[in-house]
């Protein structure tokens, strides 16, 4: 292995560990209540407390605007609106690629079924894509995304409960090495070798899809985005206040998150723009 070749390997194998305790860092949940946290703690000390005090008031009126307001939906509504959906103009569709993200593998595992997250939509995509589009190739892409070595893979759980989605088992091709959308991308695309002029269509999150795609375009593979999982209901979610302030921190987490993935994966070099145009 060449000297430039090691320096790649080291560099992909610090990224992800090193995104793992960013993300935990800097999601805005996380970060109030260490703000909050490190405010109190101050409070107990002689010179900080007048620190502590402002501290602990940023993290904690932090906490309550952040779940209530309608900040989730400013954050969250550019990346979903950024590409439309899909319509099918009767182009003859090559492939489907659908990525991870949905399955909770730990507890389909424990629970012996399928159990799925807020973005399952994109395992009821896979079984609809599979149906309406009988000839096109299907491609599952989702390793552990887990730090622990004896992780499942979600393909692994989609293979063992295929029928139970209605996607014939035949018919997966299961990509279960990756551990994020970089990943998600160039190990696709090596194992199917689209063809030029082929149509996939690539389905994700919408909140995720601007990543996926500058992804699949960096690593060669040309796809159509079919955006699914919408948290927004655009523009009327612009003045909406949350009922329940966890709803609208998690809404709030899943769009930094990703906003702060985008910056990350430009640098990186996995994508070339930010935020790749439709």
Not at 33 to 47: A, M
Not at 116 to 133: C, K, P, S, T, W
Not at 136 to 160: P, Q, T
Not at 206 to 212: E, L, N, T, V
């Amino acid at each position: 292995m060449t000297r430039a070749a090691a320096h790649s390997e080291r560099k992909k194998a610090m990224f992800f560990p090193l995104s793992k305790l960013i993300f935990f860092v800097l999601t805005p949940s996380n970060f109030l209540i260490l703000l909050g946290l490190l405010g109190c703690l101050l409070l107990f000390t002689e010179f900080g407390r007048g620190v502590g005090r402002i501290l602990a008031c940023v993290g904690f009126l932090g906490l309550l605007a952040a779940g209530l307001s309608p900040l989730s939906a400013w954050v969250l509504g550019p990346l979903e609106n950024r590409f439309p959906a899909f319509a099918d103009d009767e182009r003859p569709v090559a492939g489907i690629v659908v990525l991870g993200g949905a399955v909770e593998a730990d507890t389909s595992i424990g629970r012996n079924q399928i159990t799925v997250n807020d973005a399952g939509e994109r395992e009821i995509a896979l079984a609809d894509l599979a149906r309406r589009f009988p000839q096109a190739r299907l491609v599952f892409s989702g390793g552990a995304g887990s730090l622990r070595e004896d992780a499942v893979s979600e393909a692994e759980i989609v293979s063992r409960y295929a029928d139970t989605l209605g996607v014939p088992r035949n018919r997966l091709i299961l990509e279960q090495q990756s551990r994020n959308t970089h990943e998600n991308a160039v190990f696709s695309a090596r194992m199917v070798q689209p063809k030029p002029g082929e149509r996939w269509l690539l389905v994700t999150s919408a909140w995720h899809m601007p990543r996926a795609v500058g992804c699949f375009r960096r690593a060669g593979f040309d796809v159509t985005a079919y955006p699914v999982d919408y948290r927004t209901n655009w523009p009327r979610d612009a003045t909406r206040f949350a009922s329940f302030a966890s709803d609208g921190l998690g809404e709030l987490d899943i769009g930094v998150k990703e906003w702060i993935g985008l910056i990350a994966y430009k640098l990186a070099g996995y994508t070339e723009a930010v935020i790749p145009s439709p």
